[in-house]
């Protein structure tokens, strides 16, 4: 009897999680999992450019302690949901499950190979903006869902609502103190490519949650749609 209860217990939490996530959203969540992590991996982790906020801390982390991203991802991005849970909701939260476990399973992937791109260390710049364009696309198609590729998401919706500021100057925040503490290991001048990297795919984040490709027009703002 009690056995047969811990089924329909598990049964009901089960069905609970997966409660409008579609296969179409889930698979545009795990895509944009994909392309983040690569990224991630093939660009910034081989050119030593950074990503400001939780990805930026992530590769800090790695740098100097030498524990591997995928396992570093999950811890800081639970603890920054763990603080955003009373402002985010549950759907937020469930959907942010979700797309850090793919980031860190694709990552964990694309470790185990030698990298897929070229390294791109003689040509930062270039670096700089491919790496932008996979963090914004990625991400991007993340947040559309209405989750967040990691903790970066629920930290600045947490520092806007203590602080009262504009969402875009809560992500500003947090990239520039991991930009700040990042000079411990990568030169001023690789920073400066580290800007552009987060200029880049802040840019891109917004254009691809907000514009309604259907229609070629743009749709909600960022902020209805992860306050859903």
Same mark, same amino acid.
């Given at each position: 009897?009690?056995?047969?209860?811990?089924?329909q217990?598990m049964?009901?939490?089960?069905?609970?999680?997966?409660?409008?996530?579609?296969?179409?959203?889930?698979?545009?969540? !795990?895509?944009?999992?994909?392309?983040?992590?690569?990224?991630?991996?093939?660009?910034h982790?081989?050119?030593?450019?950074?990503?400001?906020?939780?990805?930026?801390?992530?590769?800090?982390?790695?740098?100097?302690?030498?524990?591997?991203?995928?396992?570093?991802?999950?811890?800081?991005?639970?603890?920054?949901?763990? !603080?955003?849970f009373?402002?985010?909701?549950?759907? #937020?939260?469930?959907?942010?499950? !979700?797309?850090?476990?793919?980031?860190?399973? #694709?990552?964990?992937?694309?470790?185990?190979?030698?990298?897929?791109?070229?390294?791109?260390?003689?040509?930062?710049?270039?670096a700089?903006?491919?790496?932008?364009?996979?963090?914004?696309i990625?991400?991007?198609?993340?947040?559309?869902?209405?989750?967040?590729?990691?903790?970066d998401?629920?930290?600045?919706?947490?520092?806007?609502?203590?602080?009262?500021?504009?969402?875009?100057?809560?992500?500003? #925040?947090?990239?520039?103190?991991?930009?700040?503490?990042?000079?411990?290991?990568?030169?001023?001048?690789?920073?400066? #490519?580290?800007?552009?990297?987060?200029?880049?795919?802040?840019?891109?984040i917004?254009?691809?949650?907000?514009?309604?490709?259907?229609?070629?027009?743009?749709?909600?703002?960022?902020?209805?749609?992860?306050?859903?």
């Open positions: 009897m009690i056995r047969h209860e811990k089924k217990i049964k009901k939490v089960w069905e609970i999680f997966w409660e409008g996530l579609s296969v179409k959203k889930i698979v545009l969540i !795990l895509l944009g999992a994909a392309i983040t992590s690569f990224g991630l991996y093939n660009i982790q081989q050119t030593s450019i950074t990503e400001g906020g939780v990805m930026g801390m992530m590769l800090l982390i790695n740098h100097w302690l030498g524990i591997s991203s995928s396992l570093i991802t999950p811890v800081l991005d639970l603890a920054c949901y763990g !603080l955003a009373r402002y985010l909701g549950g759907q #937020f939260i469930k959907i942010s499950i !979700l797309s850090t476990m793919g980031v860190s399973w #694709f990552f964990s992937l694309w470790e185990k190979k030698p990298p897929l791109l070229p390294d791109f260390s003689a040509y930062p710049l270039l700089a903006v491919l790496g932008g364009c996979f963090i914004g990625g991400v991007g198609l993340i947040v559309r869902q209405g989750g967040s590729s990691g903790g998401d629920a930290l600045a919706l947490v520092i806007g609502k203590i602080t009262g500021w504009r969402l875009s100057r809560a992500y500003l #925040f947090t990239d520039l103190t991991v930009l700040i503490l990042s000079l411990s290991y990568i030169p001023l001048q690789k920073i400066v #490519f580290s800007l552009v990297t987060v200029t880049i795919s802040s840019w891109l917004d254009f691809v949650q907000n514009t309604d490709f259907s229609r070629g027009s743009q749709g909600r703002p960022k902020e209805a749609v992860l306050e859903e």
